[in-house]
């Protein structure tokens, strides 16, 4: 990814970088970021020297035929690892597992605590599972990430991205080695997950929401389908009157 697109990312949106120095040359370490475009998982590899492996369901490496072989030569080309989410307790153990065996592995794992995109640009509670539980598990510190602006480079369903210059914010490592094998307490798994949030907060800017991402995009979902039900049914009432005064006309 790096050789192929990397560059001409760099070139075509000229990214800006703070805090590069917070990302050590070797050893593990997790870069728990914000998520706010598909885009996301691109420029942030892009920057650095060093591969960031994030985690894809398996799916996208296992499709038939042409697209699916292309699809999954592309998927590992930038980095993303396989997860199999068919196990008892599907992606979660998943992800934790694949987290642990990167950071065994001296790597890059990156993250995003808040489990998918951000629905309107703000920041949402983080999930106490994956991250928490793979830096207490490995005792690797954990480097809080701000994507800057990359929502409006390309914001979801739009295909073709627009050019502007993306921000990225790297903090300083998080020691959470004090938690060391309490990765079963999930008062701790929620305080460590916070506090990362927190420092996410702090360099990105966004306007922090205590729910988490998911729940906000049902809720948006059924504002807009409960919106579409009135329009239809102002429309219908508004038919209705037309025809009894046609009617009595």
Do not use: C
């Not at 490592?173 to 990765?183: A, E, N, T």
């Not at 996410?200 to 998911?214: C, F, H, R």
């Amino acid at each position: 990814m790096k050789f192929s697109i990397g560059g001409s990312l760099k070139v075509a949106f000229r990214p800006w970088v703070e805090g590069l120095e917070n990302i050590p040359a070797e050893g593990p370490a997790i870069l728990a970021s914000n998520h706010l475009s598909f885009s996301d998982s691109f420029f942030l590899p892009a920057v650095l020297d060093r591969k960031v492996t994030f985690i894809a369901k398996a799916e996208y490496f296992t499709s038939p035929g042409v697209k699916g072989k292309l699809t999954a030569a592309f998927f590992k080309g930038v980095g993303q690892l396989p997860v199999d989410r068919s196990g008892a307790r599907g992606a979660g153990e998943a992800a934790i597992k694949a987290g642990i065996d990167v950071i065994k592995g001296g790597g890059l794992f990156g993250i995003y605590p808040e489990g998918t995109r951000s629905p309107d640009g703000r920041l949402y509670r983080g999930k106490p599972g994956g991250l928490a539980r793979v830096a207490l598990a490995t005792g690797a510190p954990v480097i809080p990430v701000a994507m800057i602006d990359t929502e409006k480079i390309q914001p979801p369903g739009k295909v073709v991205p627009k050019l502007m210059r993306p921000g990225i914010k790297i903090g300083k490592p998080l020691d959470f080695s004090r938690y060391h094998g309490m990765d079963s307490d999930r008062f701790i798994l929620r305080s460590v997950t916070d506090e990362v949030m927190y420092e996410i907060m702090k360099l990105s800017g966004q306007e922090y929401v205590d729910i988490y991402a998911t729940a906000a995009k049902r809720q948006i979902a059924d504002a807009e389908k409960a919106a579409k039900a009135e329009r239809a049914a102002k429309a219908e009432r508004a038919a209705k009157a037309e025809k009894a005064e046609r009617a009595g006309a």
